[in-house]
């Protein structure tokens, strides 16, 4: 899908549900092993109580693990997000970020439970963050992964 970072950072940036609602990619690590998005508090993105709304906290970590290790693995797999579960830790205000890291051993592990062509569903613990550091939303992320059957 991407074939540089810089193409996936700006594309990102400029897709309508990231745009208008100030979700904004920050970096993309060259080699697509890390990502880190930020989200600043704005009227657009706040609850009824003044800090950011859950679903704006939630959609920030959408597409990414999928897109990473989509470019880690190539085109010979099928990668899609299959589910989330997100559990609020604490109010956000301010700006917020998320990191995303696809570690070689998560793409090893990967591999090898794919290789007979089985489904497989990794889970990805992603943490949404504010200035000071502490954890306002954790999430996990659930993939569909499969190899590609051979024509």
């Not at 690590?29 to 704005?42: Q, T």
């Not at 793409?107 to 306002?136: F, H, M, S």
């Amino acid at each position: 899908m991407f074939k540089k970072a810089w193409q996936m950072k700006l594309l990102l940036n400029i897709w309508p549900p990231f745009l208008f609602t100030g979700i904004r990619v920050v970096d993309v690590s060259e080699d697509f092993r890390k990502a880190k998005v930020r989200l600043k508090l704005n009227i657009f993105n706040q609850n009824a109580v003044g800090v950011h709304f859950g679903g704006s906290l939630y959609a920030m970590t959408d597409p990414f693990c999928m897109l990473l290790v989509m470019a880690r693995l190539g085109k010979d797999y099928i990668v899609w997000d299959k589910s989330a579960d997100i559990d609020y830790i604490k109010p956000g205000k301010g700006t917020v970020t998320a990191e995303f890291i696809i570690t070689d051993a998560l793409i090893a592990d990967i591999l090898t439970q794919t290789a007979q062509g089985e489904k497989y569903l990794p889970e990805i613990p992603v943490y949404v963050k504010d200035a000071q550091g502490e954890i306002v939303a954790k999430l996990n992320r659930k993939l569909y992964i499969r190899r590609k059957k051979s024509a």
